[in-house]
């Protein structure tokens, strides 16, 4: 007879869900920690899968509804009540920057699509530095309900074959079904991992295989089981597994793709090798009172801990906790699902609660729209603190830095909002110029009079991009007509570089930069302009930023001759300082008194700019233009100058900003021209 607690499954449990709050709490000590998600999904598939095949072997068919019945039981009340507390505790506790989006995930978390607003999210390059919200975790139980949506009618459809096949036959069609569905999805899953990693990672196709690899164990474990002689070792092998994937995977490995295999295998191992047959096997050391402790409350646990997480970083502005910090979360992670357990989870699964379909469905809307009303209150809050009108009398830019008075100070509540200054952009995201990524030809934006007498080009990635405001006011001004010529990630430079964070060659930019070159050609314009981000990295020299640097300043250098033996003048502006990472919430935290939210200008300005090196050691008479004093003070480089938010992120300067910068931008190019 097979038994129906399985201590060690409940024990696995605990291994995944603190791989899981260890890589949150810090994923220094535990990289690969994410694959506890990976393990969870196993053993899902792995238990709804026995029951269904208990139900069809007891009962000779599955009943849907009752299935679906087990499932809002089992996962909406400590879900809903996790999901109003982060609710209320965003509004009371986080900054008001992250309302908005809170309180959208919110309501994608109780409608359980919180995945497909990740996967749709993660690719935007504007959003890079957007911070995590408190529901995040959520798109990995919306993977598992999209799957369980399906799951129950393959049990249906072959519970109708028991008449017309034998029981071996019925076995091997399953079997065989389930087989396809995880080469298919696995398939899916290398495929995107290579093509769209950050959609991979999210989508329910990529990940249906996990879930369906513990179904298919379940089938095989319904008649076979593994000889007495290899259950330890295959036990204590898929711990191995598991481990070996949470120590050396990190943020930069494939994952899902192959590499989810590793741990999903892990995972199946151990279920498979069941309690064992030594007290010193893998199934005793998961069966024991605190393993099966951890397992229990593993789900709650799983709920709880990323928001305390996401709200303790929100409320001090940091971005990784301290060690002390780390532990104290844990610990209460710990203690508020061990609560949700006795006062929810149990009392509503031993008095019978929510045991029939019309309860179950008013509970499941009732949650939907309680959640999903408390969204939209937040969202109407925001809405409501979101407009600031600029005043020009108050809203004073780079002018304040003339005065006497301290620019960095707010006086009046600044422009842009906290709330819309991550879109405040230059016009040609907007207009569809700024190229992608992937993009290897230009699609250049043009503004200015038609009849312009002057033709200039804007060249550089995204922080040539933001110099476009201040430039289309000068083109206004002084009859020029503006090309821009602005790529992500994507410095003018004939170095191959790397995109952030990655290691593989940058190709699509170089190729892009070459199509620029011959479109320059053509245009001959009086003079280019262009900036980059200073951190441009060389593909192959990412030890010595010194050395990688100089490497994008020959490179640079070798461009500017180019355009400098075709009669084309270059004029490159030095990159602007930059700032704190998620400044805007600094000072939504800290307003009126901003001060918290500087930085010193030797930081903001650290390391030597390869256009400046470029303009001084290159063969080319290159002038360089240089506004850092109309961002900094002599000490310290301000989040705000007179009223005016100076950056959208750490890096990128407001559009607003670098309008009211037109007059000190042409004064400087008149001087050099």
């Not at 928001?307 to 502005?317: D, K, R, Y």
């Not at 469905?361 to 009108?389: C, D, K, M, P, Y």
């Not at 040609?428 to 700024?434: K, N, V």
């Not at 250098?557 to 270059?570: C, F, H, K, N, Y």
Request: proline share 5%; charged share 20%.
């Amino acid at each position: 007879m097979p038994r129906r607690f399985l201590p060690e499954v409940q024990g696995l449990r605990a291994v995944a869900v603190l791989l899981v709050l260890v890589y949150h709490l810090n994923a220094a000590v535990l990289p690969g920690g994410y694959v506890g998600v990976d393990v969870f999904f196993v053993i899902s598939g792995f238990l709804i899968t026995s029951l269904l095949l208990r139900e069809v072997h007891d009962h000779g068919r599955i009943s849907v509804s009752q299935f679906y019945i087990r499932r809002v039981r089992r996962i909406l009340p400590a879900a809903t009540l996790v999901l109003l507390a982060t609710g209320i505790a965003t509004v009371l506790l986080l900054p008001v920057t992250r309302l908005e989006q809170a309180a959208l995930e919110l309501a994608a978390s109780a409608a359980y699509i919180e995945n497909f607003v990740l996967a749709a999210q993660t690719v935007d390059y504007l959003a890079a530095e957007e911070a995590p919200s408190p529901v995040q975790h959520f798109w990995s139980l919306a993977v598992e309900e999209q799957f369980y949506l399906v799951w129950p009618l393959l049990f249906v459809g072959w519970a109708a074959l028991r008449s017309r096949l034998s029981e071996q036959r019925r076995e091997l069609v399953l079997g065989g079904a389930i087989t396809v569905i995880i080469t298919a999805s696995l398939i899916c899953s290398v495929v995107m991992t290579q093509t769209d990693p950050t959609s991979a990672y999210f989508v329910p196709f990529t990940r249906m295989w996990e879930l369906a690899a513990g179904g298919l164990l379940a089938v095989v474990l319904a008649r076979w089981n593994l000889p007495d002689r290899l259950r330890d070792p295959v036990g204590w092998a898929g711990l191995v597994a598991i481990g070996v994937a949470a120590v050396y995977y990190n943020e930069h490995t494939a994952f899902p793709g192959y590499a989810a295999a590793l741990p999903v295998l892990g995972a199946a191992a151990v279920i498979a090798a069941g309690e064992g047959r030594s007290r010193y096997s893998a199934g005793q050391l998961l069966s024991t009172r605190p393993a099966r402790f951890i397992g229990d409350i593993s789900y709650a646990l799983y709920l709880w801990h990323w928001p305390l997480i996401v709200i303790a970083l929100g409320m001090f502005n940091e971005t990784e906790l301290s060690f002390g910090t780390a532990v104290a979360l844990g610990a209460l992670s710990i203690l508020l699902a061990w609560l949700t357990k006795i006062t929810v989870e149990d009392p509503i699964r031993m008095r019978g609660l929510l045991s029939t379909g019309r309860t179950a469905l008013a509970f499941a809307l009732s949650g939907i729209i309680v959640v999903s009303g408390t969204a939209w209150g937040i969202n109407s809050h925001v809405q409501q603190i979101r407009s600031v009108e600029f005043n020009p009398e108050v809203h004073l830019g780079p002018q304040a830095l003339d005065e006497e008075d301290r620019p960095e100070e707010l006086t009046a509540p600044p422009y842009p909002s906290v709330l819309t200054a991550e879109d405040d952009l230059p016009d040609l995201y907007e207009d569809g110029c700024q190229s992608s990524e992937e993009d290897t030809f230009p699609s250049p934006c043009v503004y200015g009079p038609d009849d312009a007498e002057t033709t200039v080009a804007l060249v550089g990635d995204s922080h040539a991009a933001h110099w476009s405001p201040a430039l289309q006011e000068i083109a206004e001004d002084r009859d020029w007509q503006l090309y821009t010529f602005t790529k992500s990630s994507c410095a003018f430079t004939a170095t191959l570089l790397v995109r952030p964070g990655e290691e593989t060659p940058y190709t699509q930019c170089q190729l892009w930069t070459e199509n620029v070159l011959s479109e320059l050609h053509k245009l001959d314009p009086d003079f280019v302009i262009t900036s980059s981000r200073a951190k441009a990295t060389p593909y192959g020299m990412d030890g010595d930023e010194e050395e990688a640097r100089r490497a994008v300043a020959e490179g640079m250098s070798a461009l500017w001759q180019l355009l400098d033996e075709a009669g084309i003048t270059v004029v490159a502006l030095r990159d602007t300082p930059t700032t704190r990472s998620r400044i805007v919430e600094c000072i939504d935290l800290h307003s009126p008194d901003v001060e918290a939210c500087v930085r010193e200008r030797d930081s903001a300005l650290n390391g030597e700019d390869p256009q400046v090196i470029a303009a001084e050691e290159g063969d080319v008479d290159t002038p360089i233009v240089d506004l850092s004093d109309r961002f900094c003070l002599d000490d310290i480089c301000p989040a705000v100058i007179g009223n005016v938010l100076v950056y959208r992120d750490s890096h990128h300067i407001t559009a607003t900003y670098s309008r009211l910068l037109s007059d000190d931008l042409a004064e400087r190019l008149e001087e050099v021209l």
